[in-house]
């Protein structure tokens, strides 16, 4: 659908989820923001250029906003398929977006030595069969400016989700097309419905990212996984992310205050999850990202401390 002159936005599924690829159409160029998967480039993106008579060969610049494969699968067939397009992401996420080997074992996989939370080698089999790799041409650090014709955009570092995230602030729609960079209190469904936690990993980053974005008062928020954001409903949907952050860390401080003994982070959110949301198993195991990033956020304040269990995995305790 064109949002507004120029501005487009093409929702590509993904098994059961969406993930939302935005085209910004300038006078000489165009920027694509995200790249879904393989298929979501070769079908669902080609035919809506073709539909809208919008052209393959002007897109000059294809931004990944993070290091997830929903977001970067389909820059094989950004490199097949737009001759002239550049690939850019922030540097930070550069590592893991060159190489799907790095994305799954240093991010996905993050959580299973010190923690014991284990992502399947089926999953891996299944990022494997959607999403292919590409170098990055252009690495991005935040407050570059983009001409595309008659018509400018801004990169903003966003981080909190992972740490190179950008966002991209449309000047002339005052929109911002933030990617994951925020993250309400839960990923949705297609259909609206709760998937998983919000998978937000750095918090304090998280947090200055959300009162960033709430600073340019934009007129517009458009996510990846969520439906449009306009003007109110914009900033709410940053208010509640970032109270769904004071909530959780809350939770995590008060459960470790009460156990007995010291927990681990599974264990604190096999205690606390029906408290953090409405999630199945095992999606409410993905919880890990922003429990820990709590854990790491308490733990710095000297709050609570961590030492190791008998099996080696990282275990926490009030400091008195
Ligand atoms: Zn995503």
């Known amino acids: 659908m064109q949002i507004s002159t120029g501005l487009h936005r093409i929702e590509c599924p993904i098994g059961p989820r969406y993930v939302a690829i935005y085209a910004i159409v300038g006078k000489k160029h165009t920027l694509l923001i995200d790249t879904g998967f393989d298929e979501s480039i070769r079908t669902t993106v080609a035919s809506y250029f073709k539909e809208n008579k919008l052209s393959l060969d002007s897109v000059r610049y294809v931004i990944n906003t993070h290091s997830d494969y929903d977001h970067t699968g389909g820059n094989k067939a950004v490199r097949e398929l737009m001759p002239n397009a550049l690939i850019c992401a922030g540097e930070r996420d550069r590592a893991m977006i060159e190489s799907l080997n790095s994305m799954f074992y240093d991010r996905y996989n993050e959580f299973e030595k010190d923690h014991g939370f284990a992502e399947s080698m089926e999953a891996k089999d299944f990022m494997m069969s959607v999403a292919f790799e590409s170098n990055v041409d252009i690495g991005f650090a935040g407050n570059e400016r983009i001409d595309l014709g008659g018509r400018y955009v801004e990169i903003l570092h966003t981080p909190g989700h992972s740490w190179g995230h950008i966002s991209v602030l449309d000047e002339s729609s005052k929109a911002v097309i933030i990617g994951d960079a925020v993250l309400g209190n839960s990923v949705l469904l297609a259909d609206g419905q709760p998937a998983f936690p919000p998978t937000y990993r750095f918090v304090e980053a998280y947090r200055s990212t959300i009162r960033l974005l709430k600073g ?29 952050t004071d909530l959780i860390e809350q939770i995590c401080l008060e459960t470790i205050a009460k156990s007995a003994k010291p927990i ?41 401390k961590s030492s190791k269990n008998g099996n080696g995995l990282t275990q926490y305790q009030l400091i008195k």
């Open 216 to 244: 340019y008062n934009p007129s517009e928020i458009l996510t990846s996984h969520y439906p449009r954001y306009s003007g109110q409903a914009a900033i709410d949907f940053l208010d509640l992310s970032l109270n769904y």
């Open 264 to 304: 681990t982070m599974m264990e604190l959110i096999e205690l606390t999850h029906l408290r953090m949301g409405p999630w199945d198993n095992p999606a409410y195991k993905y919880l890990a990202y922003p429990v820990l990033g709590h854990l790491e956020v308490l733990e710095s304040y000297k709050k609570i």
